[in-house]
């Protein structure tokens, strides 16, 4: 064909990217691959092999990971850490280096990419490599910094990590960047479909001299992550299905492992109708088209308002017709191929049993493709809208008014990210907060980088990747308190010599009420005399409190100035009584109460302090834009206190509430008295009903309640650490943040507890 040719009838012509150097790199491998641990890599085994999607071919074969060969790499990782550790500019030297290695070998890797997953060349050549040799280049920053700017932080340790086959590269990028920037070192095991890039990787480790141990990779399918999961690491890291990382959170309860999950998704795309139409439909090819759909943040829920709805699915429709399905390799292609056959059968096979609604698919070569798919006329119970597919399906339904589309947005189990698309900034701001997502983007989608972190709440998970608000993640504080001995109630035979029942009641939505089970138990004091009686609260009770908790959601919507007013008030109340707490904290552990009482009050105006000054951030992100990093309250926060009878309750409640959270707190079990007189002190200090709700009792039966309830978002325990493994356990329910430790932190950390990052982003011009 002629240039003329062409210019006659304007037909496409394929622009293949080159495969020779990608197919020279795996020969020069015998196209086997071991593992590589402590620096080198394993004898082959040829267990499974590695096919580029688009046409079959196997590129090569792979190892399957034995428990020798993770206990192999766990040791050597365990080895090198600690003089990793030692320096962080030795550290930002390496990343630096890897960097600088990433991009020069931009194109064998992207090729590389393209061939083993199946997405096009276009993509992996300008998102994802470009993006992950920013990752290592941004951390070298943060590794360079952590000695000034983390000062009280010091690295978990060794980090086992898991990572999907969506983005191979980058997801490893997002992975070990951050870990070794903070001092840790990793065992990182790729996806089963897609670890080439990964092992290309570990020779680029290897080119720049990472010391040895420093970086191991392990290849294999879930057995092998069972296997990390199980192993003696610091930390589990994972991206993939909700469903893993619900077997995940369940395997490591109780272990004391530090844990960030980054799971599913089913985004909302909100079009209201002063959107720029043909903008937004651009911003859909991104969000759903982008990667095959097979992107955990994918915009693949459209709310259309419903006035231009015909109009813009209408536009939708023709530049559906418009994109190229087809070979990855080819730079003009829009679409590539799945990454397996059977991903794509789970396609095929969702799509193929919805009966609602109206589908519009356009074509799609033979082989591992499926064409870009929409299915308009859905109810938000519809199945398609509610579980993600993870192709290149779009589902959409209408809605009419901002409230309606709010309230739509987040009727789903999952909340990663959103988009929405408005001429009206006032409207786009008011909306990204309503939304219950980790990430919003503003008239743009899928914007991802470095500086911004990324992670989601309810069942996406918890834990961000990237940004200063990551590195948390992959640090623990210098000072964490030790494990606390065990504390047991004083036993007594002194029956109460008040004749009036004056036992403590439970406050729920801001009512003093009797426990549903109707127990009670008398609490003794250090000499076996009976001090009163307290009430044990059974789930029931749990369930109101959290009921009550859930309808004060009017204070995560009030000022820090309004919260800092009312914690300094609980203080002032609590001081004019303090000599009346003093004595029955004496009374309670035979110890003198007034220092602990001081420093509750201390705590309460140190929230209060902190009420109105615990800002989010702008992030510079690399586009013309900003991100704003904003805090968010959790939500509805159910704790279990140390045994201090006053600090324990205080240091839970100050923090939580301070940042808008509501609150239901299970009082010191041994020493619950001084809680539920502190019950008058909320009565009369304006904090509004069922923002701080109280409950005693026995914690091992709240632990695991608290874990399984649905409508509640995070549960810290301060109590005895058997509490752990069942409230870990639970938690898997909805995947609710879990903070487990022998005593509240200090207030930084607990500040960040009570809070969720959401990074809303926001371009300029035109
Ligand atoms: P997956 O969650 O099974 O796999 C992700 C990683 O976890 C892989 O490295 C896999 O080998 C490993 N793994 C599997 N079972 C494990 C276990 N029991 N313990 C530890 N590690 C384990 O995801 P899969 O099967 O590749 O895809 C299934 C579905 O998951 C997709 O259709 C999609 O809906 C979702 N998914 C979501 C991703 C995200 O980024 N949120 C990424 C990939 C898949």
New binding site residues.
Partial sequence: MTVKNILETMDYGPAPESAAEAMAWLDTKNRQFGHFIDGKFTPPMQDFTSKNPANGEVLASLSQARQDDVDAAVSAARKAQKSWAKSGHTRAKYLYALARALQKHARLFAVLETLDNGKPIRESRDIDIPLAQRHFYHHAGFAQLMETELPDREPLGVCGQ?????FPLLMLAWKIAPALAMGNTVVL?????TSLTALLFAEICDQVGLPKGVVNIVTG??A???M??ASDVDKLA????T??GR??RKATAGSGKALSL????KSPYIVFDDADLDSAVEGLVDAIWFNQG?V?CAGSRLLVQEGIADTFYRKLKSRMDGLRIGDPLDKCIDVGAIVDPI?RA?IADMVASNKEGETYQTTAPEGCFYPPTLITGLTTSSKLMQE?I?GPVLVSTTFRTPAEAVAMANDTRYGLAATVWTENINLALDIAPQLVSGIVWVNSTNLMDAAAGFGGVRESGFGREGGWEGLSGYTKAKDAPKPAKPVTAFEGKGSLSDPIDRTAKLYIGGKQSRPDGGYSRVVYGPKGDALGEVSLANGKDLRNAVEAAHKAKGWSKTTGHLRAQILYYLAENLATRSAEFADRIKALTGKQGRDEVESAIQTLFTYAAWADKYDGQVHGVPIRGVALAMKEPVGVIAALCDPRPLAGLIEVIAPAIAMGNRVVASASEAFPLAATDFIQVLETSDVPAGVVNLLTGDHAEMASHMGAHMDIDAVWSFSDPSHAAAIEAASASNLKRTLIAPVPGAAKAMLDAATEVKNIWVPYGE
């Fill in positions: 898991i990572i999907p086959w969506n095991k790729p996806a089963e479909y399918d879930g092998v992550g069972e990390i999961t994972f991206t993939g299905s469903e893993v077997i995940i980054e799971l599913g998704g097979q955990c991903q789970t993600e993870f």
